[in-house]
């Protein structure tokens, strides 16, 4: 008998992700609403069941960068939900030789959650925060909240005091 894997939809049920997120948001104060809604993680159809603009939902994208031959860093690209991660901006940003999409496997190991469910925070020692300064141009951000059925309306400001991104250009 083979093991089949879980679907995204039944590994991203509520666990440690979605409450770490929230016993950090509630002991820091945030202001958040919580959003819930049929499962989805494309960011342009999640923004249509949520009812905000897609410049208003945070894209999280892990990137990983090759600094010489054999170090990697890898980075949790934040961009507004109706651009793409500039790719060659990142490897300017970290002096790379080389950019690209992390892998999934690597990408949720780092984050702590599956694609799609990626969290525009990151714990991981090894995961460094950049964000696009387009994504500060509204009063609230939206993402799921490491689930594919909910997600949250973030105070932008409340963001930036919590999450200590780096902001820096990397949309297209």
Known sequence: MTH??????ERATPGDAY????????????RYQV???APEGRTDRVSALRGHPVAQAAKCLVVMV????RERRYF????????????????ALAGGSYAGVASTDKAEELAGSVSGTILP????????LVVDPGMLDHP????????????????????????EPLVHPLAV
């Open 76 to 91: 949790l690209a934040v961009v507004p939900g109706d651009a793409r991660v500039d790719l060659s901006a990142l490897k």
């Open 121 to 128: 925070f990151t714990t991981h020692p090894d995961l460094e």
């Open 19 to 30: 409450a770490q997120l929230l016993a950090v948001l509630d002991g820091a104060g945030a």
């Open 140 to 163: 609230r951000i939206y993402f799921n909240a490491a689930r594919l059925d909910r997600s949250l309306a973030l105070d932008t400001q409340d963001y930036l005091r919590i999450a």
């Open 35 to 37: 959003i819930d809604h």
């Open 4 to 9: 089949q894997p879980a679907s995204p939809a």
């Open 66 to 69: 090759k600094i010489g031959k």
